[in-house]
């Protein structure tokens, strides 16, 4: 099935509710879902609209909002949209379904929306309002139920390597896409963290849609020998990550990877990205040495934060001895503004240490009794937004705006989020805000430990600090290659 678009327009009266129901409920029959996933996603898509109704307009406002289908043979994306009043997501209360009988119902909306659909992500349209983005992804398609039971099987250790030949390193066509699902499989199995790799059909629709840019190695007898893609945010997002790299086992050892990254590379500049960042593995030192090569610079490590459970086969040990410890690394692909930075005094040579590495220009001010600047006075309420990476058990908060009581609400954050057995917690602070040089020793009283710092496009540099849940992590057994990145391993063994 081709994309499929279709869209509804409705009053904003909840007695179009009905209609807005038929009208998902026959979308969702038509890719294929049976009567009870149609049904569900009905639920979910009720959910937004009446949502939209209730909290997007003034009392008495007569206006209009949509919602468009666009079916695939991916699946479904529901998109309800309006010009009503501006929405921060990051407001909406967390919903505790463990919380007793008298708990708040806030936040319940959204929280069956994300237990319904594969995908729950609001988009920002400026003076053209706002957007929901619900989408279904069809179960069927998934890599083992289109291949046999042999083909499924691991390549032996001592594999049949492939006759030498040349290869050519291109985007991926959609018909590729069961063979890159098979190449990922053969490389990491089913423990891949990004299940789309999985299902070819969704592979497809992501390329088609640009949410994912998949290149791809194709040998001179026309096999899918290597793959990687950038993905990650929004297709018109000025910075993307670059990964999924796999290699067929018989064509290792070619130099595919350092050719498929480049001719990634290649692909993002020539659609005008800013830039492009990895998170290489630290238990070997291959991907960390090819990024290097092509130009990426370390700027943060991430303790343990892949589960134990993740391997990678015939790549170092099949079992990782604990979890896994990644690095954060950045190539900007064309010059980027100056921006002032307000780090924590104490972390200010090594941040100055990364913006030269990366050659990024960064002016960090101090602030505080030595300095005239004095930051403006804290609003009341904080922007603390929290996003559970459920996949790898790791939790992202996130602070934009600096309210009276930060410390506190993030001390509660942290505590509800270790109480649900998360492993790590990763703390994001705006460095272009004066508070977070005051504020950061604070966090990290809690027990939260530098990572690094995330650079932005925009000159908006995050500063990230990590916790770690009574996750054992022998820092010893992390590899980097790097001087920075050993600076980085070194500072985080000092703190610890």
């Given at each position: ?194 299940e789309h790799v999985y299902y070819p059909e969704r592979l497809s629709e992501l390329n088609r849609t640009g949410e994912q840019i998949s290149i791809v190695a194709v040998s001179d007898k026309g096999e899918v020998a290597g793959y990687c893609a950038i993905f990650g945010g929004r297709p018109d997002d000025p910075i993307r990550e670059l990964g999924q790299a796999a290699v067929d086992p018989a064509h290792r050892g070619r130099q595919i990877i350092s050719q498929l990254t480049q001719r990634a590379i290649d692909e993002a500049r020539s659609r005008g990205l800013a830039g492009l960042f990895g998170e290489p593995v630290t238990n070997h030192p291959f991907s960390q040495q090819v990024g290097l090569k092509l130009g990426f610079r370390d700027s943060a490590i991430l303790l ?193």
């Amino acid at each position: 099935m081709a994309q499929d678009t279709s869209t509804l327009t409705v009053p904003n009266d909840t007695a179009y509710l009905p209609v807005i129901s038929a009208y998902v409920t026959a979308s969702a029959a038509q890719v294929g879902f049976s009567e009870d996933e149609a049904n569900r996603i009905r639920l979910a898509v009720d959910e937004a609209c009446t949502n939209v109704i209730e909290t997007a307009f003034e009392p008495g406002e007569e206006a209009t909002f949509t919602v468009a289908c666009q079916k695939s043979e991916a699946g479904l994306r529901v998109i309800i949209a309006d010009q009503g009043m501006p929405f921060n997501p990051a407001a909406v209360a967390d919903y505790d379904p463990q919380a007793g009988l008298d708990r708040e119902l806030g936040g319940l909306g959204f929280y069956l929306m994300k237990q319904v659909m594969d995908e729950v992500r609001f988009v920002s349209k400026g003076r053209e309002g706002k957007e929901l983005h619900l989408v279904k992804y069809l179960e069927s398609g998934n890599i083992a139920t289109l291949l046999s039971a042999e083909e499924l099987q691991p390549y032996e250790a001592k594999v049949q390597p492939a006759p030498p030949g040349s290869y050519v390193f291109r985007l991926m066509q959609p018909a590729e896409a069961i063979e890159v699902a098979r190449c990922v499989y053969k490389t990491y199995g089913y423990t891949y963290p990004g299940e789309h790799v999985y299902y070819p059909e969704r592979l497809s629709e992501l390329n088609r849609t640009g949410e994912q840019i998949s290149i791809v190695a194709v040998s001179d007898k026309g096999e899918v020998a290597g793959y990687c893609a950038i993905f990650g945010g929004r297709p018109d997002d000025p910075i993307r990550e670059l990964g999924q790299a796999a290699v067929d086992p018989a064509h290792r050892g070619r130099q595919i990877i350092s050719q498929l990254t480049q001719r990634a590379i290649d692909e993002a500049r020539s659609r005008g990205l800013a830039g492009l960042f990895g998170e290489p593995v630290t238990n070997h030192p291959f991907s960390q040495q090819v990024g290097l090569k092509l130009g990426f610079r370390d700027s943060a490590i991430l303790l343990g934060y892949i589960p134990q459970s993740v391997h990678f086969k015939k790549i170092g040990a099949e079992a990782l001895p604990q979890r896994e410890t990644l690095l954060y690394c950045l190539l900007p692909l064309r010059p980027w503004p100056a921006a002032p930075v307000y780090a924590p005094p104490q972390h200010r040579p090594l941040l100055e240490r990364i913006y030269a590495d990366l050659g990024l220009e960064r002016h960090t001010v101090a602030v505080g009794e030595t300095s005239k600047l004095v930051p403006r006075p804290r609003p009341e309420q904080s922007l603390l937004s929290t996003r559970v990476l459920s996949a790898i058990n790791v939790a992202r908060l996130e602070i934009t705006t600096y309210g009276q009581y930060v410390t506190t609400e993030v001390e509660i954050k942290l505590r509800e989020l270790c109480r649900k057995g998360i492993a790590c917690v990763h703390l994001d602070l705006p460095l272009g805000d004066p508070w977070t040089a005051l504020l950061g020793t604070d966090f990290e009283a809690q027990g939260f430990l530098l990572a690094g710092v995330l650079p932005k496009a925009d000159g908006q540099d995050v500063l990230r600090l990590q916790y770690l849940n009574a996750v054992p992590i022998d820092l010893d057994k992390i590899h980097v290659v790097s001087e920075v990145g050993q600076e980085l391993l070194a500072y985080v063994k000092r703190e610890t």
